[in-house]
């Protein structure tokens, strides 16, 4: 059964915490991408990786961080930098080159921080 | 800078009426893509257009590309409660994938 898949579907974390965002896609994408949203708003890219063990900065990457270190997975790392960190956070994954191809985007994960 | 934006960003309809969202981009755009996300869901592909003046339909949904590659609409015709949700529209600029900000469309039984 492919797919992308996030867990978990919600967290809480203490003001001051780094936490750490599963992403794993069994789709063989070689593009993934992390997304924030906030209530009402649209989508805003935070990082994407292209291939293994290479990524780049989206509109709002300061306060996260990430590695590919597999094809499969995407982690994204929320640090105790990122001033306002209670969002809904959005994985996708696409073939290959974004814009070109068709994203797939897992279920999410809700963080909330305290 | 380069933006996608999206109009209106609500729109509340009786089911059974029609209903259109707006996307423009500041520059021409290679591609559109079109995505919807259900209340608690996540954004799932509709459609993609790419040609110049290109009209595509999935039933009811009537997707449009403009001629100059900068615009491009959703129409849903005679609205159902299931359209509930966000539409999303999308579009390659530069190194990005910009969506606009969304259509929240809601449906009075």
């Known amino acids: 059964d492919g797919g992308i898949t996030q867990s978990p579907k919600y967290l809480f974390r203490k003001e001051g915490q780094n936490v750490t965002l599963s992403c794993e896609q069994n789709l063989n994408h070689d593009a993934m991408y992390w997304y924030r949203q906030d209530p009402g708003q649209g989508l805003r890219l935070i990082y994407y990786?292209?291939?293994?063990?290479?990524?780049q900065k989206g509109d709002i990457a300061e306060g996260y961080s990430v590695s590919r270190e597999k094809k499969e997975s995407f982690p994204l790392t929320v640090t105790s930098a990122q001033k306002n960190p209670t969002a809904f956070y959005l994985c996708?994954?696409?073939?290959?080159?974004?814009?070109?191809?068709?994203?797939?985007f897992g279920p999410g994960t809700r963080l909330t921080v305290l | 800078g380069q933006q996608v934006m999206q109009i209106p960003q609500y729109q509340h309809v009786q089911e059974g009426e029609d209903f259109t969202t707006y996307c423009n981009s500041s520059?021409?755009?290679?591609?559109i893509q079109w995505y919807k996300q259900r209340p608690g869901g996540h954004p799932v592909f509709l459609i993609q257009l790419v040609k110049s003046g290109e009209v595509k339909k999935q039933k009811r949904l009537t997707f449009q590309f403009g001629e100059a590659k900068k615009n491009s609409s959703l129409h849903i015709t005679a609205t159902q409660t299931t359209d509930v949700g966000t539409y999303f529209c999308?579009?390659?600029?530069?190194?990005?994938?910009?969506f606009g900000a969304g259509t929240r469309l809601t449906v009075k039984p």
């Open positions: 520059t021409t755009l290679s591609n």
């Open positions: 990786s292209q291939i293994v063990n290479d990524f």
């Open positions: 999308a579009g390659p600029l530069g190194n990005d994938m910009r």
């Open positions: 996708a994954s696409s073939q290959g080159r974004q814009g070109l191809d068709t994203q797939y």
